[in-house]
């Protein structure tokens, strides 16, 4: 059984939040869902430049991992859902750091703030990136102007954005690409 991408209920500016409460579609918590949904959608831009076998697996994964965090951010906190909806764990935000790890193990130090660039799945990594620092901003919004967020979607998105600054770099180094570094006039 299929159902129709276009369902008309939200012609009038509205959504529905999982739960079923309605809310304005530029209600912070749409803006919030709507954030990951991009950062997921550059990180299929990332993969498609890409080409690595193992780095797409990465990628994959953490895709997953932000439809999870998607459907968080998208429930009402203040309703029982009757659906069971996945959740995050400890051991994603361990998997982001054990990756960290990895890549840093064989990367040269950084000695100066590096500008984005070196190869175009790097440049769109370091897009990623700010797109998951945008996302993680308007969770710590959400969350100063008392609206839900669990600790561990903040920790995720904090994670996630140091992964994809490592990441760009590894991209950079694995294709023998030059990271530029900043020369600030002075």
Known sequence: MSFKVYTKTGD????GLIGGTRVPKD??????????????????VVTDSLGSTAINAWILEIQDRLFTVGATLATDPHKDTKMKLPDLHESD??????????????????????????????SH??????VCRRAERICVHMQN?????AEIVLKYLN????FLFVLSRYIVFQNKGQEIPWRARI
């Open 12 to 15: 009038k500016g509205s959504t």
């Open 27 to 44: 209600h912070i918590r749409i803006d919030a869902y709507g954030t990951v949904d991009e950062l997921n959608s550059v990180l299929g």
């Open 93 to 122: 935000i361990e998997w982001l750091e054990q990756r960290i790890d990895e890549m840093d193990e064989v990367l040269p130090p950084m000695k100066s703030f590096i500008l984005p660039g070196g190869h175009i799945a790097a």
């Open 125 to 130: 990594a370091h897009v990623a990136r700010c």
């Open 145 to 149: 102007n008392e609206e839900f967020v």
């Open 159 to 162: 994670r996630l954005s140091d």
